[in-house]
């Protein structure tokens, strides 16, 4: 559908679903992709997030909306129908079966028991701009935000994490994992991560991108080559 994937789940079939940015979604399945878009029913081509919840149904979220996969089609939630923003940028499951979205400037939402609530600033989330979703064995959902750091949302209470008590850099930490927690690099990469270069080296890395005598202007591979180089050498 598109070369720019932004977003990758496989299902228990073991399907391979790709969210691109313009080209819709892709499935993988027996070796031949499907590709899925504006032309056959999703509500948008930038697809930023894939879910499978634990009925086996596949959700997509666009840029126009939350899409839940159909024999026929796609069954699309709105605004109209309660969301608190139309693009999509995260989705997770919980242990108790409620799917939880990320918006941009819309908070978050969870959809259980075919209603949907919205949990804002006005509710005590640091940001509107949700990026990333990951529940913990005690039943705590973390959200990471655009610039308002980490949010740990327990029993209706939020508890911050920020630059200031703990955080490298709230932009750049998103969505990784150290143990229950987590930062910005991905769970796959900080996995290997830490197989590679030991359980701290997530950490190390997260350190240098956000030391203050980082070079000024670096960016793509370049930046990435001096923060490697610096968090392994230290």
């Not at 605004?79 to 979205?101: A, F, K, M, P, R």
């Not at 913990?136 to 990471?144: K, N």
Request: overall charge negative; charged content about 25%.
């Amino acid at each position: 559908a598109n070369d720019s994937i932004y977003s990758l789940h496989v299902t228990a079939q073991d399907e391979l679903w790709l969210g691109t940015l313009g080209g819709g979604a892709s499935r993988l399945r027996d070796g031949k992709f499907s590709n899925f878009s504006t032309s056959n029913g999703l509500a948008g081509n930038f697809v930023r997030a894939c879910l499978t919840d634990r009925q086996g149904r596949v959700w997509l979220g666009t840029e126009n909306g939350l899409n839940r996969m159909k024999e026929d089609g796609f069954l699309v939630y709105t605004t109209l129908d309660g969301l608190s923003g139309n693009h999509i940028n995260s989705l997770y499951e919980d242990q108790e079966g409620s799917l939880w979205v990320g918006t941009y400037d819309g908070g978050l939402n969870r959809i259980a028991g075919g209603k949907i609530s919205s949990f804002t600033m006005k509710e005590g989330l640091t940001n509107n701009d949700v990026y990333s979703i990951l529940e913990d064995r005690e039943g705590s959902l973390w959200i990471g935000t655009d610039a308002g750091g980490l949010n740990r949302f327990k029993d209706g209470t939020y508890n911050t994490i920020t630059s200031g008590n703990a955080l490298a850099d709230d932009k750049k930490l998103r969505e990784a994992r150290d143990g229950n927690l987590a930062y910005p690099l991905g769970e796959v990469f900080c996995g290997a991560l830490v197989r590679m270069h030991g359980e701290d080296a997530p950490g190390k890395l997260a350190r240098a991108f956000a030391r203050p005598e980082a070079p000024a202007g670096l960016g793509g591979v370049a930046l990435w080559r001096d923060a490697m180089l610096r968090a392994m050498s230290g």
